[in-house]
């Protein structure tokens, strides 16, 4: 297995974030991970990244131990974070060769996969080099967030909310894009709140709530088993959503004069 | 789009990226870390040139270690230190919080294969090579002059040691401070706490700048200012001094005990800040954006605050719900937001340091004298708050939210300008109003002479007026790094000459029997100017958006 959780806990004081989860993901797998706001996956991501101390269990990325050998573990992973937080005062090019430069990638090395990556995504090389990041467009900086991730070319690709900011061609070249990754052998977690895109692109969906895991299935043998229906469907009746049609129609009665 | 092409494989054996990381630090800590809203033109390209300037600034300032070619080793080395200190501290207490515990840098760097501890080291040396090229630019001049004063060669070199040590120190002291908090308060309060450590300080420290040279012309009247004195081992500055001293000066044996409280307090500094508590720095890293599991306590300061704006007089003044809520954002963050408190408290200090020199020389030099310039001259000064307030005022790092402004069913921005004015009147000027008032009163023991007050008084509300004036008043508006390339001069040098003529006309009035005269003309004036800044920001639109 590729990725591996025992008991993967988190507390922040008295509050559980993440509640001994325990699940195994192999190569080539896309896992849609899903759970409503709070529900303790964006710390999952954290943990598995590297970013944060477990309180307690075990994970391990490609054989490597999270506790005892996290940079071996960092060195092996990409991360797309939600914030899309870059360094605003430094060119899109400054910032991709001093990522490049942390993995110890050579600097001609770094520079033609970058370029690669400005072909794909259809950025301008003088954009990269002549604007600072703090002038990009949230899509365009979101792009470099994606690039930053990939250019070291990591076996396990964790994403929090990729397509935020993307316009709709983006969006359909970055689901054909880890589609292919996936075939390649790469291991890709996707977390998001647009479930049509994950029931589409996901070969695994994993929902979690109040830090503990709810379903753990293919999408649509999930759906089919649940007569949900849709993805969608299965995640408001599971996470206590399925009120929300109604309220929101007696919320809209308030409006009228 | 083209689909890629192959990647490249990951280098073995693992790379070492520390060179990266003091590159990227050192880059963002001569940029500014947020460059929003910056276009091409506007970016901060020349780094060079950027820090060229401020040394070229910190060595003129360094010129004044020449009134100290015919004093002793150890009084030069007392005021090149305590310069240095001064500078260094200042620098590092500003620069500390934003280099160690930025936000955003955790979700850029803390997945990369690079450890805390890494970070920490590199923006450690960012911090102290930074530090040592401005005690350098600072103490070239000094080197100089000790070299003539020393008459040897070892003063400058041995100069060098206790400078490097010196930088050491302020850097080592300040994360040291950081570190302690974390580990006592846990981060969920690291940044209030942090934020007012870093405001005290660097009020502190500009309050030393403008205080210690003239302590120290004058020191030698009221102390005796040798190494033998013992008050002087309770003074940083005077340790690092006193190894100058052993080494090329007196050789004196008091001046070895100082240089050995120097060594051994930074030696200790040092290990508790990168050895013993480097793993609460990973900890605080780690954690920083998490959210917090404590309710954060705003809800009294909130409640107090909106009390406050329904009583009278703050009720019948602020009867615009706009301007109310003008006065209610720029209120909250002049008390919460640390990127503002940072900004504005340090802005002003030098303001209120001002009228205090004005006053102690007043007290001094005309004793016999009681209605002297520096009173009138204190409340005058004072006009510079709300005026330099504001101007601080109009930056933040959530300019982007103030996009609801223009939003909002309002012709112009003069209700919010009048917000954020009334704001910084009651929370700013008034406070400082007092203070001077009461020092006033202390020093003179007599309360007529706080009549002198009264031109400023009056001067206030038109100096206040000034930011607003063309509808550029308006509060968290602009991105807060635009701040250090705004130009405020010349508002500011037409408050100071105004204060200046003012406090002399106030001054000599009141000697020769006219200052009541002057008081009525000034009203007249002022009302008129008053009334006329309102018209025209009351027909003022909103400014052109860039």
Not at chain 2, 87 to 100: D, P, Y
Request: proline share 6%; glycine share 8%.
């Amino acid at each position: 297995m590729v990725i591996s959780l025992d008991q993967l806990t988190k507390c922040y004081g008295e509050q559980t974030a993440v509640d001994a989860l325990s699940l195994e993901i192999p190569a080539g797998q896309i896992v849609g991970f899903l759970g409503p706001n709070g529900a303790g996956k964006s710390t999952t991501l954290k943990m598995l990244t590297g970013m944060l101390e477990p309180t307690r269990g075990q994970a391990s990325i490609c054989g490597f131990d999270l506790r005892q050998q996290p940079i071996e573990v960092k060195r092996h992973v990409g991360f797309v974070p939600e914030s899309g937080a870059v360094f605003e005062s430094l060119t899109g090019l400054e910032y991709l060769e001093m990522v490049a430069a942390l993995y110890g990638i050579p600097p001609n090395a770094a520079r033609a996969r970058i370029k690669q990556f400005i072909a794909f995504f259809d950025l301008s090389f003088e954009t990269l080099t002549d604007k600072l990041l703090g002038a990009y467009s949230k899509g365009m900086r979101r792009k470099v967030v994606i690039t930053s991730a990939l250019l070291h070319n990591p076996p396990v690709v964790f994403f929090d909310e990729p397509l935020d900011g993307l316009d709709a061609n983006a969006a359909v070249g970055f689901k054909a894009l880890i589609q292919t990754l996936a075939r390649e052998g790469k291991t890709i977690v996707y977390s998001s709140h647009i479930l049509d895109v994950v029931e589409r692109v996901c070969h695994r969906v994993i929902i979690i709530d109040k830090g503990k895991l709810l379903l753990d299935g293919k999408p649509d043998e999930l759906v089919a088993a649940h007569q949900s229906g849709t993805l969608e469907k299965l995640f408001t009746q599971l996470t206590g959503g399925a009120e929300l049609e109604r309220r929101a129609e007696d919320f809209a009665k308030t409006f009228r004069p | 789009m083209s689909s890629p092409a192959a990647p490249p494989i990951l280098p073995e054996p693992p790379p070492a990226p520390e060179k990266t990381l003091r590159r990227l630090f050192l880059t963002l800590f001569l940029r500014g870390r947020g460059a929003r809203g910056l276009n091409k033109q506007g970016a901060p390209k020349s780094i060079g040139r950027k820090l060229a300037l401020t040394l070229v600034f910190y060595l003129l300032f360094g010129c004044m270690a020449l009134y100290f070619v015919r004093q002793s080793v150890f009084a030069l080395s007392v005021y090149l230190h305590a310069m240095t200190f001064v500078f260094l501290g200042m620098f590092v207490a500003a620069s500390a919080g934003e280099i160690l515990f930025n936000k955003e840098e955790t979700d850029i760097l803390l997945h990369r294969p690079i450890t805390p501890k890494t970070m920490l080291w590199a923006k450690i040396r960012v911090l102290v090579e930074v530090s040592l090229w401005l005690a350098g630019a600072f103490n070239l001049v000094g080197l100089c002059v000790g070299f003539g004063a020393a008459g040897n060669w070892r003063f400058p070199l041995i100069h060098v040691v206790s400078t490097i040590m010196e930088a050491l120190f302020c850097t080592g002291f300040v994360v040291l401070a950081y570190q302690l908090c974390l580990r006592w308060f846990g981060r969920e309060r690291l940044d209030g706490l942090m934020t007012t450590v870093q405001v005290l300080v660097s009020v502190a420290m500009i309050a030393a700048s403008q205080l210690l040279p003239r302590m120290i012309f004058r020191l030698d009247h009221v102390l005796n200012l040798t190494e033998a004195s013992w008050w002087i081992g309770l003074l940083p500055p005077a340790w690092f001094a006193g190894l100058d001293d052993a080494v090329a000066g007196s050789l004196a044996l008091n001046s070895w005990l100082l240089a050995a409280m120097g060594l051994a307090v930074t030696s200790v500094v040092l290990w508790l800040a990168f050895v013993k508590l480097a793993r609460d720095y990973e900890v605080g890293l780690q954690t920083i954006n998490e959210t917090s599991s404590r309710r954060v306590k705003t809800r009294g300061g909130r409640r107090w605050l909106n009390k406050l704006v329904q009583l009278p007089p703050l009720s019948w003044w602020l009867r615009d719900p706009v301007t109310r809520a003008s006065f209610l954002l720029t209120t909250a963050y002049l008390f919460r937001d640390r990127d503002v408190k940072l900004r504005v408290y340090p802005g002003i200090a030098p303001v209120l340091i001002i009228p205090f020199v004005f006053l102690l020389q007043d007290g001094r030099g005309s004793g016999h004298q009681p209605m002297g310039f520096g009173v009138p001259f204190s409340g005058l000064y004072l006009g510079m708050v709300p005026l330099l307030g504001l101007q601080l005022l109009q930056y933040s790092q959530q300019w982007q939210a103030s996009d609801i402004f223009r939003l909002a069913p309002i012709h112009g921005p003069a209700p919010l300008c009048h917000g954020a004015r009334r704001a910084v009147l009651c929370f700013l000027a008034l406070p400082m109003f007092v203070l001077v008032a009461g020092v006033v009163w202390l020093l003179r023991g007599d309360l007529t002479q706080l009549l002198l007050f009264i031109p400023g008084l009056i001067a206030l509300p038109v100096f206040a007026l000034v930011p607003g004036v063309r509808g550029r008043g308006v509060p968290l508006s602009m991105p807060s790094d635009t701040a250090k390339s705004a130009g405020r001069g010349l508002s500011l040098i037409f408050v100071m000459f105004i204060a200046l003529g003012l406090s002399a006309l106030a001054s000599v009035g009141w000697a020769q029997g006219w200052y009541w005269w002057l008081v009525l003309g000034e009203v007249v004036l002022a009302a008129i100017i008053y009334t006329a800044m309102r018209l025209v920001l009351a027909k003022a639109r909103w400014p052109a958006l860039n």
